[in-house]
């Protein structure tokens, strides 16, 4: 029967004057240019009677949806979230009675093409009873942003490490451990485009186009943290 090879004795919590342990952390913040844009879309509507705010909310937002998809391939996804339908309310005498019917349908436009954002922002605020919020630029979840930053940040935690060793005259043995807290995309502030647009009257064939926005990319910070440690060799005191 042969003896089988002791283990190896576990670190010391604080490593050992042999191996001393090192722990520092390592973090980086870079800039890069927005994958995308979205824009919110707000059609309004208002009719004496429910059928007619909900035909007019109807048309709207129809025109709105073609509009946002004659786009193409600019447009890379649109969705359709809060509907609304509700009365105004008005009171006379004792009672109160419906003074008219008020409708919204919200929209929400992703972009990848950030040279006709500005013109579509444009053409939508023009429309009859229409706001248009944005935009917000972001980064795609996948980016490869993130994984260049976290790169970044790794190397940031052995120079630090490195640099405590060898100002003891030591140098690194070896990796214990490497946590990762995560990687965050800080949220992209309002840009200057951030306020609302709106359009009370249709357009007549007399009212010349609107002329594009010009919208400057929101360039986004993205920020990575890792705490390593290490083992070194003896320092020379």
Partial sequence: MTDEPNPPAPHAPYGTPEAPRLAVQGEARLAFDPEIARIGITVNARGTDRRTALEDLTRRNSLALDLVKSYGDAVEKVETGAFSISPELTRRGRGERVRAYHGRVRITAALTDFTALGELATRLADLELTQVDGPWWALRPDS????????????????????????????????????????????????????????????????????????????????????ARFTMTPPRL
């Fill in 144 to 227: 490869p942003a993130y994984a260049e930053v976290r790169r970044h940040a790794v190397r940031e935690a052995v120079k630090r490490a490195r640099e405590y060793a060898q100002a003891l005259g030591a140098d690194l043995a070896a990796l214990v451990e490497l946590a990762d807290p995560g990687a965050e995309d800080a949220r992209p502030a309002p840009s200057a485009f951030a306020g609302r647009m709106r359009s009370a009257a249709p357009e007549t064939a007399e009212d010349a186009p609107a002329p594009a926005l010009d919208l400057e990319p929101r360039r986004q910070t993205v920020h990575a943290l890792v705490h």
